[in-house]
């Protein structure tokens, strides 16, 4: 008996061992944020699929993985405690999983990978403020992030003067990621840069996917689907699985 519960020891210790690198998967908003809306759909829990699915996947096929999640049910998480549970758990990865909005009655199809950088594009400020945007449901967001105003351009300034070691990592898994998007017949918007709260604060190589276009109805049909979470799940899986090769 003795010498069974020691070899069920050494098993779980050993598997503990065997986990050396640490992926922290973000499910986007949650709770009182629903992020962007479709006809049927919220953001918040088309995030939650996917990361929820891409969580079983590594679970299941990589066993030195250890995976931590932000959250793991409907809850609302702030964005720089989002960061503290990848800084605390020394994760190597932060992978943030979101869903696109287009205002009005614009179109928009596929996917696209963001790192953290400079806002060089109009139109890459604009998806960087609308995901920064929740703080303002925070308490006392304007003393906690430094006076950072989600609606301005010039907080994003701040970010041309911050170094990211991480880069050049980050723009490999975020080419990953895409290219298997892609494999996977999703329309390719490619890799951009911009500047996500919820990036700048974590110490590690890291990327926020935009799945697709909530506000379009045959996008959110897909993301709303059980295939479709499915499919997300997987690209992004074998994205991680490159990259940590
Ligand atoms: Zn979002």
């Known amino acids: 008996m003795l010498r069974q519960t020691l070899s069920a020891m050494f098993i779980a210790f ?6 050396s690198f640490t ?8 709770g009182k944020d629903p992020g962007a809306l479709g006809r049927r759909g919220k953001e918040k829990n088309i995030n939650l699929a996917v990361a929820k699915a891409l969580g079983q996947l590594v679970e299941s096929n990589m066993p030195d993985v250890k995976v931590v999640y932000t959250r793991k049910s409907d809850v609302f998480v702030e964005l720089d405690e989002r960061a503290r549970i990848a800084n605390r758990a020394k994760a190597d990865l932060f992978v943030s999983i979101h869903t696109n909005a287009l205002p009005g009655r614009a179109q928009g199809r596929g996917s696209e990978t963001y790192t953290l950088g400079m806002h060089r594009a109009a139109d890459n400020l604009a998806v960087a403020k ?4 929740v703080i303002t449901l925070e308490r006392d967001y304007e003393s906690r992030y ?5 609606s301005s351009a010039e907080s994003y300034i701040i970010f041309e003067l911050m170094q990211d070691v991480n880069m050049q990592q980050s723009v490999r898994l975020a080419q990953l990621v895409q290219r298997q998007l892609r494999a996977a017949g999703r329309p390719d918007k490619g890799v951009h840069q911009a500047g996500f709260l919820v990036l700048r604060a974590t110490s590690m190589p890291s990327c926020l996917i935009e799945l697709g276009y909530i506000t379009t109805p045959a996008e959110e049909d897909y993301l709303l689907s059980d295939a479709g979470t499915r499919q997300l799940a997987k690209a992004i899986y074998e994205a991680i699985r490159q990259y940590k090769n």
């Open 130 to 133: 609308r995901e920064n945007s």
């Open 23 to 30: 992926l922290v998967i973000d499910a986007g908003h949650g």
């Open 146 to 150: 430094e006076g950072f105003d989600p």
């Open 14 to 19: 050993a598997a503990l061992c065997l986990q």
